[in-house]
């Protein structure tokens, strides 16, 4: 069985940073990405960053320059970390992995979700 263990969500000042971690595990098949994703109350969840297995980065317009997210193949493990936070940044951050089931086949997961909130 998967699992997605996230940790490193909390309450943060503005112009502060939190770095968030995703340990994934159970799952036979090798993993092609990893990422992150937020959803604000009353709004869809967007990308925020994501990573390949090979380093490849991609990053919303919204993180770049402010987020880095990077990952330890060894571990299975994503890490989001965040500077210079923002209030618009407050979302509940999901961790996303994909896994490589084939040449052609892939499946996704998701984790439970950490609250970051960024208030003064």
């Known amino acids: 069985q998967v699992q997605l263990v996230e940790s490193g969500g909390g309450l943060v000042q503005p112009g502060g940073s939190l770095r968030l971690s995703c340990a994934a595990s159970g799952s036979p098949f090798s993993i092609r990405s990893m990422g992150w994703y937020r959803q604000a109350p009353g709004k869809q969840r967007e990308l925020v960053a994501s990573i390949t297995s090979a380093g490849t980065t991609n990053y919303a317009d919204s993180a770049k320059g402010r987020f880095t997210i990077s990952r330890d193949n060894a571990k299975n493990t994503v890490y989001l970390q965040m500077d210079s936070l923002k209030p618009k940044d407050t979302a509940v951050y999901y961790c996303?992995?994909?896994?490589?089931?084939?040449?052609?086949?892939?499946?996704?997961?998701w984790g439970q979700g950490t609250q970051v909130t960024v208030s003064s």
């Open positions: 996303n992995v994909v896994y490589r089931v084939s040449a052609m086949s892939s499946t996704l997961y």
